[in-house]
């Protein structure tokens, strides 16, 4: 059994700035992509940032130059560096890993439960 558990979302003023935790446990054998995605109620889950087991980075426009995902493989950790928040980055945040749990065995998607982001003006 694998979780993903996020933490560090909370309320923050326009230009402040948050650092997004999540730790992955369970039977894990080696985890590849990891990333976060958002979700406003009512709207589509959308990418945010994306890291690979190489430390190559993808990022959503919306946050480019604001944002920064890293990863600790040690820990088995992602971590998401928001800076510059604005109102619109107000949603849940949820963590994202793509894990295979045994060797030579298949990959699987994991998310996390989410975790509130918001952004006042």
């Known amino acids: 059994q694998v979780q993903l558990v996020e933490s560090g979302g909370g309320l923050v003023q326009t230009g402040g700035s948050l650092r997004l935790s999540c730790a992955a446990s369970?039977?894990?054998?080696?985890?590849?992509?990891m990333g976060w995605y958002r979700q406003v109620p009512g709207k589509q889950r959308e990418l945010v940032a994306t890291?690979?087991?190489?430390?190559?980075?993808n990022y959503a426009d919306s946050v480019k130059g604001r944002f920064t995902i890293s990863r600790d493989d040690a820990k088995n950790m992602v971590y998401l560096q928001m800076n510059s928040l604005k109102p619109e980055d107000t949603a849940i945040y949820y963590c994202y890993a793509n894990i295979r749990v045994r060797i030579g065995g298949p990959t699987f998607n994991y998310w996390g439960q989410g975790t509130q982001v918001t952004v006042s003006s």
């Open positions: 890291i690979s087991s190489a430390d190559t980075t």
């Open positions: 369970g039977s894990i054998s080696t985890i590849y992509l």
